[in-house]
């Protein structure tokens, strides 16, 4: 067996019993990585000596013990290039941060780190993340594993690629309106987006603010509560982080649904939606109804409200946080501009792509005082209408079930109109304007492209969400599968 | 709610952007299709409704007044081509 086809957990027990070293693990990922990413291109940057280094260090100090209280230490990450990481590229795929090195580390980051995980690279996105495809990155087009003519979904396109191609162990992403779910489900990996609030948001280089969270992609369901572990709670640098209790999500890791009862919004299974992704996840929640769930159908009627809802208030909160990049202080900086103003259009017009414009400018179109009201503060009225349909549907039910898209990954290029490529977010979506946790799991595959199932739970109740999914995948096998394109 | 290509040229002066005549047009195109989006929020009554600013009831968070560390000037400074003895460099901006 490759070590580079493990899960973190299994690589973590082959450590514990000396069976392999972290050297050895961190050596096949980079040569997998040798072998395919000219194909996939996932990575934007790799700090292949720095993880040798580390790897050998660990290896040298380290006896059985300290592997059993961590069972991320010597593991590999791959890192979304929109979350700071010392003294390492961070661009978030954009000509603006093409040569930006933080001074520090994002809070998750350093989470990762404490509990031993090496760094290994930085992932491909669409630029600012401002996408569903990472068609938008300003550097390459990362591929979908499963079908190279596919986009891997965005924007954390790279993480999900690379965690599907076995080119990572597990990732980090972010997640605005999809952007952890949406490539997780292209991939055929699980993705989790985290209840706003529980992870730290400090070093995730910000898009919309009232939305962002930092998400886990990974292998298995397992390995998501491994992460979770590590990255959430609390954080004196990031005042929108809750205090929690201490959790161990790895005890939710239980193959048992008895009594959860699961809602399924109708409004998410109406026109629009591919015939083999509705059937793959109609046949998923029957069986976790013969596992002893129960079910019922549950009305979200404001739901379709929710892209528009999203687009107003995600681009003018993109507007707000993207002011802060004036060519001066760091950034992408022209040369010769006659003066100040010169110089900020400048540096902005040239080292900004197209969708990030269009979204400064719809957004700032939007807070303008004559839109104000009827557009912002609308927005606004209606996010709250959204969020109570939830409130009540999860007063009744523990989870909802969705499909996480309405497709499979769609053919690069084939999205070249802009509403076309929003409404790929039309489900996931939703659990940002809520601040919910949802979670992505592999349950199916139509023509050969995997299809994802969205649980969407309560607020900071992810020890629910891990345990539905946990059921699904134990008792599937759509986990172990791996893409036949790469793999011959 | 109609966008026009002098809104846009207005909102772009606004954001800082420079946009060629073909950007304008492409722009004030594609962005009426989303506002046309948008202004569907309309057909539903929010007339008491309160606007969700933030999803957690948060309140200000407050720390201690101690001194922590923070960048020193070659952090500050590396990312920039701007620095000059521990100033940022800009074009001048008060006429003689």
Redesign the interface.
Known sequence: MELYKLTVHELSNLLKSRETSCKEIVESIISRIKELDNTIKAYITLTEEQALKKAAEIDNQTDGERFSESALLGIPAAIKDNICTKNIKTTCSSKMLQDFIPPYNATAVDRLEEKGSIILGKTNMDEFAMGSSTEKSAFFKTKNPWNLETVPGGSSGGSAAAVAADEAVYALGSDTGGSVRLPAAFCGVVGLKPTYGSVSRYGLISLASSFDQIGVITKDVTDCAIIMNAIYGQDPNDSTTVDLDLQDFTESLINNVKGLKIGIPKEYFAEGINEDVRDSVLEAIEMLKSLGAEYDEVSLPHIDYSLPTYYALAMAEASSSLARYDGIRYGYSADDSEDLTDLYKKARSEGFGSEVKRRIILGTYVLNSENYESCFIKAQKVRTLINRDFAKALEKFDVLISPTSPTTAFKLGAKRDPVSMYYSDIYTIPANLAGLPAITVPCGFSQGLPIGLQFIGRAFDEKTLIRAAYTLEQNTDFHNKRPEAINR | ?K?TKD??EY??D??????NEE?KEH?TE??N???N??????E?D?KD????????P?K??W?EDKIEPS?DSE??F?????GEEGF?R????IED
């Open positions: 709610m966008i809104d846009i909102i772009a606004v954001a800082m952007l420079y946009l950007k722009y594609e962005l299709v989303v506002l989006q948008i202004a569907k929020l309309g539903l929010t409704v309160e606007p969700t600013v933030h999803i957690l948060l200000n968070v720390r960048l952090q500050v590396m990312n920039t081509e701007n940022f800009v074009p001048k901006i």
